[in-house]
């Protein structure tokens, strides 16, 4: 079974700096997909960046990009410019061609505080 | 565009009861799904479906039951509340196999 491993449960930053936050994942299969939610205090999940494994370039959207290494089995998160409105718990997720795709698994989050 | 719609917001049940969460979605999305999000764990799968008439399980299903009749429409019961069931319930669609899953905004669920 595939799992997803968030090393950081807590990450902090200072205003307008860089972060990345760490994500690794444990699979056989070489076709299927990675994500990144948010999950502000609303408890809203929010999708912030979405990856295709057989695509060698990183994602990117706006602030978020991504580092995609797919031979490590890697995909960490690196948020720029950070903001007070990104503190927020992060879940790294994979989407697994097991079940039709209907799959999703989670890491254990990793929870970002940003310093004003 | 009501995205995905998860009623109740909270809930509070004693030991043995059975009740249903419901959910919808407005987006004609094939698949649907029921996580359980608890402290350290992450989201964890308890049902899916990728059609109206197709559920099958996921990770954690005890003590859970589903259907899906419509394309809309995707319920799970408790059959009977349990304090480990005590947890955040979320439902997510999802158009096709690439596309990240949308998410309602969840159910507080306490069992005592």
């Known amino acids: 079974a595939q799992t997803v491993t968030q090393s950081q449960p807590e990450m902090s930053v200072q205003e307008a700096e860089t972060v990345t936050l760490s994500c690794t994942y444990d699979?056989?299969?070489?076709?299927?997909?990675l994500f990144w939610y948010k999950q502000p205090p609303s408890r809203q999940m929010i999708l912030v960046i979405r990856?295709?494994?057989?695509?060698?370039q990183n994602a990117t959207e706006n602030r978020f990009s991504v580092n995609f290494q797919k031979a490590a089995k890697s995909f960490s998160l690196k948020i720029s410019d950070s903001q007070l409105g990104d503190a927020a718990m992060y879940f790294c997720?994979?989407?697994?061609?097991?079940?039709?795709?209907?799959?999703?698994?989670f890491g254990q989050g990793t929870r970002l505080t940003i310093n004003p | 565009n009501a995205g995905v719609t998860q009623t109740p917001k909270f809930q509070v049940l004693k030991t043995g009861q059975s009740m249903t969460l419901q959910c919808a979605q407005d987006?004609?999305?094939?698949?649907m799904s029921w996580y359980r999000q608890d402290p350290g764990m992450g989201l964890r799968l308890i049902h899916y479906?990728?059609?109206?008439?197709?559920?099958d399980q996921g990770e954690v299903p005890n003590g859970y039951n589903v259907s899906r009749s419509t394309t809309e429409d995707f319920p799970l019961r408790l059959l009977s509340a349990a304090p480990s069931q005590t947890s955040v319930y979320f439902c997510?669609?999802?158009?096709?196999?690439?596309?990240?899953?949308?998410f309602g905004s969840g159910t507080r669920l306490t069992v005592v």
């Open positions: 997720a994979y989407r697994s061609p097991a079940g039709s795709w209907a799959k999703l698994v």
């Open positions: 997510a669609s999802s158009l096709r196999s690439g596309y990240g899953y949308t």
């Open positions: 699979t056989s299969e070489s076709d299927y997909y």
């Open positions: 479906s990728v059609g109206a008439g197709i559920t």
């Open positions: 990856q295709e494994a057989y695509k060698q």
């Open positions: 987006m004609n999305h094939e698949y």
